[in-house]
């Protein structure tokens, strides 16, 4: 996978917060031409809500805007006249592959890779990844702007701060044990 490479963030990479602002980072640092659309947005935000309604929906409007225009160009349009000539095993899916589609991208990172078979996702030139082994391939072909990010990513954490260790903990804790296990190694650069 050459890099920067092109890739759709599904919405289960979105929320979590902590994967979300490790996968922002990725982007802002050029390793990602990250992609998304607001029904992907709408998908993360509803989620979040349901499961801290506590949170206004102004707090992740901001979020979303804010994400929006950090990273150029991240906003599919022009998608949907796709969507119904897809078939995915979960219909309510194919709106991420019409827009890694639109979008020319070369990866969907998710961790619903069920529902992105290989066999329909190669007659587009796709291929949908784990988030760990997406961030694993980053991390072989560039661990110090990888190292970078993690490390952006530790010092913007105020409330509260963490030190290195915590930081992989949580990311650990998210799904991300091999990208984890390997950037370890790297805890002083961090």
């Known amino acids: 996978m050459d890099h920067p490479v092109t890739a759709v963030y599904d919405a ?14 990725l982007a802002l640092a050029g390793l990602v031409r990250a992609r998304w659309t607001d029904a992907i947005h709408n998908e993360w935000v ?16 901001r979020t979303r805007s804010l994400m929006n225009d950090a990273i150029p160009d991240c906003l599919v349009t022009g998608y949907e006249d796709l969507i119904e000539s897809l078939i995915l095993p979960d219909p309510d899916d194919c709106h991420v592959l ?21 066999s ?9 990844m784990h988030p760990d ?26 409330k509260p701060p963490k030190t290195a260790e915590e ?19 790297f805890v002083e650069l961090l």
Do not use: H, W
């Open 12 to 25: 289960n990479v979105l929320y979590p917060a902590p994967l979300r602002d490790l996968f922002m980072r």
């Open 167 to 185: 930081l992989l903990a949580t990311l650990e804790g998210q799904g991300l044990t091999q990208s984890v296990s390997r950037l370890r190694q």
């Open 46 to 61: 509803r989620s979040v809500l349901k499961d801290n309604p506590e949170l206004s929906p102004e707090r992740l409007a």
């Open 133 to 158: 082994d997406f961030l694993a391939s980053l991390l072989d072909a560039a661990p110090g702007p990888v190292c970078a990010a993690v490390k952006r990513q530790r010092e913007g954490l105020r």
């Open 120 to 128: 329909t996702l190669a007659r587009y030139n796709l291929e949908a």
């Open 98 to 118: 019409a827009a890694a589609i639109r979008s020319a991208a070369e990866v969907i990172v998710t961790f619903n890779l069920k529902d992105f078979p290989k």
